[in-house]
């Protein structure tokens, strides 16, 4: 089951690109705009982790930490805090008052997530494993190694966070565009075309003589890892399909 996080930011726009981009890693996302909704909302449901604005309309983000951490039931929710203030006795105020991480805007997306899973890790050990596994494909995030039937297979940065990207949401058909922003990141400038030199490569990579392909071409719309990989005995099926 993906963890569930909730963002409290009141602008718009950044509430948008930060669900996007965490939809696009596995996680189930919620948003609200003001912080006495959030902390009604956190009343009736708790996610895995709040990302949580230091100004926002109703209840600033860093009074709403604050009652957080003065009751049991949220007292170790973790928070990421964002926040436009850079100075370092505003930062050190923040983690006083109980935000597990603190990112200053603006701030690269690949770095948002990457300390989202970093926090999840640490609070939800279980909900972000080292290991994904599917079928007879393993990928060791802490490692950065990938098995196929118990072969490792030499593999390099980019092929490696694709698989990684694929493997997090079997079954999920990402664009071209998705996979750029996904893998590569917003701040990159490259052609979708791209996607299938480095989509072709991964296959060659992972997959060797009738092994079954685990990655769909959807026509007209892009690619996807095979949920039904490994669980169900279909005949091998060329590479490409």
Request: glycine share 8%.
């Amino acid at each position: 089951m993906p963890a569930r996080i909730l963002i409290v930011e009141d602008e718009q726009p950044l509430t948008l690109l930060l669900r996007y981009n965490l939809e696009a890693e596995g996680y189930e996302v919620e948003a609200v705009a003001r912080g006495d909704e959030a902390e009604v909302r956190l009343r009736e449901s708790l996610p895995d982790l709040l990302v949580l604005d230091w100004m926002l309309p109703g209840l600033s983000g860093i009074e709403l930490c604050r009652r957080l951490r003065a009751r049991a039931e949220t007292e170790h929710l973790p928070i990421i805090m964002l926040t436009a203030r850079g100075e370092e006795s505003e930062r050190l105020r923040g983690l006083a008052t109980g935000a597990d991480d603190y990112i200053v805007k603006p701030f690269s997306v690949p770095e948002l997530v990457a300390r989202v899973r970093a926090v999840l890790r640490r609070a939800r050990p279980e909900r972000v494993a080292a290991t994904l596994k599917a079928g007879d494909i393993e990928l060791d995030r802490e490692r950065h190694r990938v098995f196929r039937a118990g072969r490792e297979i030499p593999i390099g940065p980019t092929e490696f966070r694709l698989l990684e990207f694929f493997m997090q949401s079997p079954g999920r058909v990402f664009s071209r565009e998705q996979l750029l922003d996904g893998v590569w990141g917003r701040d990159v400038y490259i052609d979708e075309r791209t996607v299938d030199v480095h989509v072709g490569r991964l296959r060659k990579l992972i997959n060797r003589g009738s092994e079954v392909d685990p990655i769909r071409t959807v026509r007209g719309a892009g690619y996807a890892f095979d949920e039904r990989f490994g669980k169900t005995a279909e005949p091998a099926r060329k590479v490409g399909g």
